[in-house]
Each structure stands twice: as structure tokens, then as C-alpha cells.
């Protein structure tokens, strides 16, 4: 029931570009990304509802496949504030979520 | 307040004590969510609280778990003759509504059981 997350960690250049893959074998209602720093609470990013839509701010975006059950997060150009462990979360008819392995992403100068 | 509110932020136990952890959430919201964070690992759903429908306890680990949430506000987590895989963080969230809203995470309580 958890999702999957892949790739479990991504290491970058300032600038570079960085895809994180979240994927479920549930029909979902939504997916969720958070960031979360070391020590600190994750932070919501974004949420994107059924419907195979494509959100953003900023450099970060996220797609949603509602026929696989897969989303994509989307960082361009990424930035050291990038840097720390994202997780997706998916959201089935109860108003839970349940979230995946987590991806951590590491960005240096 | 301006945020989700957990106390206390640092607990130490004896193994077999009993402890409780407290959350307040945002005004106005109806969800109120706790999870479970071990050490290096992801986020593992505990309990939710909506309105003033029953909660969903599927995730509670074992019986020596509980909460409740009173006046549909501030929210108590109890863990009855902790055990030393207890030892976590425990994060409460909350949310304003099911659609177009992601949920906001207390501080968390590092709890270390000795």
C-alpha cells in the first residue's frame, strides 16, 4: 500500500535538474509532495487531485498519471535550499495519506 | 495560532512508563492527523481525527496506543508501558479541508525511550 519512491537519493550541481518518481499500486484520489530538512517538519509543496494535472511554483512542478497511479516532482535548476528528503504522499478514498520511502536530494555548490 | 503546536518537544522515558503527547492544532481545521517518524525513515500513519466522526485507528502499531481529541481541537496522543522501539518522532498535522489544502506539520516530539 505504500507507494514507491524512486530514485532513494539524487545528488546535484547547482543548476542541474532532478526528477523524483512516486508510484502506487491503489487508484488514488491525490498525491501530495513534501520537503522535509534534517531536523525540521516536511513542508507541503504541493497537492495534485485526479484528473492528470500539472501543477507548479517556482522551478518545482509535479504531474500525475491517474491511469498508472504515478507522479513526477520536478525540479529545475535547483538550488542549495533544494536540498533535503522529499516525500510523496497518496491519498485513496479516506482522507489519509500514506506516505512513500522518501527521495533525498542533495545539491552542492 | 499560526501553526500546529506539539508538546513537549523532547520527552525521555523510562521503558515501561506511560507518556503523553499533545497537539494543537490550526484554528478552523477539522483533520487532525498523527504519524510516527523512526530514525531515518519515512512516515508511518498512526491515527486521524475528522469533525466529529469516529477516527481512524488503522494504524496504531499495538492496544498500549491511543488518542483522543477533545472539543474537536487539541489532540492526545498516550503510549501506555512504552517499549524502546517506541523511540521516535511523533508529528501531528492538520488540515482545513480534503481538496486543494496539503497538511501542516507540528515541530514534532523526539521521544527516547531508555
Known amino acids: 500500500q505504500q507507494p514507491v519512491q524512486s530514485p532513494q537519493a539524487v545528488i546535484l550541481r547547482e543548476g542541474e535538474d532532478a526528477v523524483i518518481n512516486c508510484s502506487s499500486s491503489k487508484a488514488l484520489y491525490s498525491v501530495h509532495w513534501y520537503r522535509q530538512k534534517h531536523g525540521e517538519a516536511p513542508v507541503f509543496l504541493m497537492i495534485l487531485l485526479k484528473g492528470g494535472e500539472q501543477k507548479g511554483h517556482d522551478k518545482i512542478s509535479a504531474s500525475f498519471n491517474e491511469k498508472k497511479q504515478q507522479s513526477s516532482l520536478y525540479l529545475t535548476a535547483s538550488q542549495l535550499s533544494y536540498s533535503g528528503t522529499y516525500f510523496c504522499g497518496t491519498e485513496q478514498a479516506t482522507d489519509k495519506l500514506i506516505f512513500g520511502t522518501g527521495t533525498r536530494l542533495q545539491v552542492f555548490p | 495560532g499560526a501553526g500546529v503546536s506539539q508538546s513537549p518537544s523532547n520527552k525521555v522515558t523510562e521503558k515501561g512508563k506511560d507518556v503523553e503527547l499533545r497537539c494543537d492544532p490550526i484554528?478552523?481545521?477539522?483533520?487532525l492527523y498523527w504519524y510516527r517518524q523512526s530514525l531515518g525513515q519515512g512516515l508511518e500513519f498512526l491515527i486521524y481525527?475528522?469533525?466529529?466522526?469516529?477516527?481512524?485507528k488503522s494504524g496504531l502499531p499495538s492496544d498500549r496506543f491511543s488518542a483522543e481529541r477533545t472539543g474537536g481541537s487539541v489532540s492526545t496522543l498516550t503510549i501506555q508501558r512504552t517499549q524502546q522501539e517506541d523511540s521516535a518522532v511523533y508529528l501531528c498535522a492538520s488540515r482545513r479541508d480534503r481538496r486543494n489544502y496539503g497538511y501542516t506539520f507540528g515541530s514534532g516530539t523526539r521521544l527516547t525511550v531508555v
Open positions: 484554528s478552523g481545521h477539522t483533520a
Open positions: 481525527f475528522q469533525g466529529n466522526s469516529a477516527p481512524d
